[in-house]
Every structure is written in C-alpha cells, then in structure tokens.
C-alpha cells in the first residue's frame, strides 16, 4: 500500500509547511481509530477537540481527500497526517470492508466521475446558430467600442508623462478597468488593475510601466488587424481581451497544419503553485512530457474550501493524453484521458537549459511567437542559488546570475537543499525575474 509513497511526496501535497509541521505531528497511532485500508483507500478518525474524531479518508490513487473538520486548507492537516501515518506505520492500517461514511465517499466520487463521462460523450444540444452568432456579434461590437475608448485613454496617459501617474489613486486605473468589464473585456480590467503595483514596485518602475503599457497597447493594435493574423496569434489576442476557447472543441480543432491538439505522453510534474484571489484559488501544475520533450500547464479553479479536481504530487508522472489550448505557443492543457496513475519517475540528466543565456534564448523564441506570455518554464542546469546585497540570484556555470523574484520566502531552504553544489531548479520566468519551484537533488525533486 504504501510502497509508492515516501515522506517528501506528503509533504509536497502540502497547501503550506506549517500543514506539513502539524501533519507529521499527527502520525502518532495514539492520536488515531477505526484506521483501515481498501485498496487504493486508506481512512481514519483522528481525535480533535471537539467532541467527535474527526473522520478522514483519502483515494491515493488521484490522490483526493475529504475531512469531516471545518479547516479552509486542503489538503487538511487530518489528511496529511493519515498519509504520515500510512508511510511510517503501514501495518497499522488493516484490510477492511469501508465504514458506510467511507462507502458513501466512494460512491458519490463514482457517480460524479460517471457523469463527467456522460456529459462528454452526450451529444452537444441543439443549439441555434443564427442566435449564437447575433449574440457573438454583439459582445464583438461591445468590445470593439471599448478598445477604441481604452487607446483614447492610453494615448493621452502616454502623451502626459509616465511621471504624471506616479502619484495617482488606485480610482484613476479602476475606471477604465470597470470601463472594460462593461465592454465584455475582462481580461484586459485585470491587466489595468495589475499596473498600480508596477507603480510601487521601487527603482526602475517606469521602464516596467512602459514595458506593461506597450504590451497592451500591441495587444489593442492586434485586435484591430485581427483578421489578418495567424490563428494561433488570434487565439492569444482573444484570451488576452477576455474571450474563453471552449474546452470540449480541443479535442476536436485542428491546427492550420491538419493534425490535431491531442498530445499523448507521460508526462512529468515539475512544479506547482497555488494562489489565492479574494475567494478564488488558482492552482498552477507544470508538467514535461517525456517523448513530446515540452512543458505544458495545467490550470485548476477552486472557490472556497471546495477541493481541485485533480492532486498532483512533484517528481512523479502519469501517462495521459493532453489537449493544448490554441495559442501561438501553446502551454496550457486540459487532460482529455488520463491511462494511469501518479507513479514516480526516474529524472532524464539533460532536462533544462546548460546557461542562464540558453533559457533566456528560449523565452525570446517564445516571446516573438507570442508577445503576452506572462509564465515562461525555466529548468536550469548545474545552477547554484546565491545571496548577494540583500536579494537572491540564481548562478550558471558561467558565473551569470538570475535575479529570483521578491515574492519568493525560501531562499535559504533553496540554498541549503543544494549544499552550496551544482543543482537543477525549475521555475517561472516572467521576464524581469525569476520564482522557483522545485529543486533537484540526486534523483528527487523537492518543493523550493
């Protein structure tokens, strides 16, 4: 049961290191009852403070959970604790039939996999499409007459002075940002939103204001050429202006070329990264196929509490089918047939870039097929991270550095998980800086 499993992958699974921390703390066999195994299900009741156990239980072969406690995080305390628990007292766990709080758990995960099935399968309803295109025309023309009014706005902001908005309130960039809500264009509000904390972000901030503000004023010079631009470079314009590509279309759209999307391969999990939005929580997956020899992301949304639908554990793999979104690069997937389960993965030696100036090479390839890319994979080679004058950086072979970005907290783990040698880092590039978000050490990946 748990001879796939080790330490550093439940500590991976965790949302943060004090989960982790309270995790280990619970894999004491005093803390536990009714602990039983069935097949790929393992459960619990762990005592809380609270009058009744908690009851936990956890599918290991996504691997899902679920926890009668009221915690937000997921997966809880509770669920790493049992996976703890599993990996250093797996004799404690006992072939069992499921207790019925168990069994309706299965059931209903059943059911609901039944039905994302169907709803595959069933054919599309009926739908009109002299109403579909009034309705598309509509949001288009909305759309338009807001990007007009939004190069207005940016053309006189350009003439003024980027020194003239220095001191504006966040209400100067909520305006046309609402302005762009109420034109169907919700993307480019956020991207207006996000310039009042390039503003703020210290030395330097004008040029990374300009280099923001030409990348949208690109993106609305591009939406008026539109139909003279590639696909793919459509398809990217639209994203970056609000429209959606329908998910259940991918696997059956194909490329100018005549072959499809669909990427079947065994795919590897790099990193990833969960971030929260007011309510909404935005799971970030990288993975690397091993034939296709390409990254390919992989998003999940959540509100609240409600759990992802799928948990990926670093450095292991699974063999899945893939289908890309259109895109002048293409990065982001949806997975269409999933063949197995997470399993781990012997790390292939030539993975990444040598230098710091080979990752760099590659984004600007990516950059030129497609200027709005806002997350560039980087696995870097025989780098070594160093702290010098209060910020960390990442070194090549050939002594060039890499500044790591200032929302990263964990420079000194990063360092002291490398023991100052040679190491391969994966992370995210976004053009100015650098955020890691696994290390490799001898044979194993482990969380940055």
């Given at each position: 049961m748990n001879g796939d499993w080790t330490t550093d992958q439940v500590v991976a699974l965790a949302p943060d290191p004090a989960s982790a921390k309270n995790g280990k703390g619970l894999a004491t066999l005093n803390k536990w009852s009714n602990l039983g195994k069935d097949q790929q299900i393992i459960w619990g009741e762990c005592q809380g403070s609270g009058k009744d156990p908690y009851r936990t239980q956890v599918d290991l072969s996504e691997p899902a959970f679920r926890c009668s406690c009221p915690s937000r995080k997921f997966p809880c305390k509770h669920g790493l604790g049992l996976l703890f628990l599993m990996v250093s007292e797996s004799t404690a766990l006992t072939n069992g039939t499921p207790p019925d709080w168990v069994a309706d758990w299965i059931t209903s995960r059943a059911k609901r996999?039944?039905?994302?099935?169907?709803?595959?399968?069933?054919?599309?309803?009926?739908?009109?499409?002299?109403?579909?295109?009034?309705?598309?025309?509509?949001?288009?023309?909305?759309?338009?007459?807001?990007?007009?009014?939004?190069?207005?706005?940016?053309?006189?902001?350009?003439?003024?002075?980027?020194?003239?908005?220095?001191?504006?309130?966040?209400?100067?960039?909520?305006?046309?940002?609402?302005?762009?809500?109420?034109?169907?264009?919700?993307?480019?509000?956020?991207?207006?939103?996000?310039?009042?904390?390039?503003?703020?972000?210290?030395?330097?901030?004008?040029?990374?204001?300009?280099?923001?503000?030409?990348?949208?004023?690109?993106?609305?010079?591009?939406?008026?050429?539109?139909?003279?631009?590639?696909?793919?470079?459509?398809?990217d314009i639209r994203t970056q202006i609000g429209w959606t590509q329908n998910q259940a279309e991918l696997t059956e759209s194909e490329n100018e070329q005549g072959s499809n999307h669909l990427v079947q391969d065994v795919w590897l999990v790099m990193g990833?990264?969960?971030?929260?939005?007011?309510?909404?929580?935005?799971?970030?997956?990288?993975?690397?196929?091993?034939?296709?020899?390409?990254?390919?992301?992989?998003?999940?949304?959540a509100l609240g509490t409600q759990p992802f639908e799928h948990n990926f554990m670093l450095g292991t793999s699974l063999e899945a089918e893939l289908a890309f979104f259109e895109s002048a690069y293409p990065l982001r997937v949806i997975i269409t047939n999933r063949q197995s389960s997470l399993s781990p993965i012997s790390i292939l030696d030539n993975l990444g870039s040598e230098t710091i100036d080979l990752a760099i090479a590659s984004y600007s390839r990516a950059l030129v097929k497609s200027p709005w890319l806002e997350r560039f994979p980087f696995t870097l080679q025989q780098v070594i991270p160093i702290h010098k004058e209060g910020k960390w950086f990442i070194r090549d072979r050939a002594a060039n550095l890499l500044l790591m970005?200032?929302?990263?907290?964990?420079?000194?783990?990063?360092?002291?998980?490398?023991?100052?040698?040679?190491?391969?880092?994966?992370?995210?590039?976004?053009?100015?800086?650098?955020?890691?978000l696994s290390i490799l050490v001898g044979d194993k990946l482990y969380v940055a």
């Open positions: 996999e039944e039905k994302q099935k169907q709803k595959t399968s069933e054919p599309e309803k009926t739908v009109d499409p002299e109403a579909q295109a009034k309705r598309a025309k509509a949001r288009f023309n909305k759309v338009e007459v807001g990007i007009q009014e939004l190069q207005v706005w940016l053309h006189d902001l350009i003439r003024q002075g980027l020194t003239s908005v220095s001191t504006e309130s966040y209400k100067f960039w909520e305006q046309p940002a609402a302005r762009m809500v109420d034109a169907q264009a919700p993307s480019l509000a956020r991207q207006l939103r996000d310039i009042p904390s390039v503003i703020a972000s210290g030395a330097g901030w004008q040029e990374r204001l300009l280099q923001k503000l030409g990348k949208l004023h690109l993106l609305l010079e591009g939406f008026q050429r539109l139909d003279d631009l590639p696909m793919g470079l459509q398809a990833q990264q969960v971030e929260t939005e007011e309510r909404l929580r935005v799971s970030r997956t990288w993975l690397w196929g091993q034939s296709s020899d390409r990254y390919a992301l992989y998003l999940q949304f970005s200032s929302r990263f907290e964990h420079g000194w783990t990063l360092l002291a998980l490398s023991g100052g040698h040679p190491v391969t880092i994966f992370g995210e590039w976004n053009g100015n800086d650098f955020y890691p």
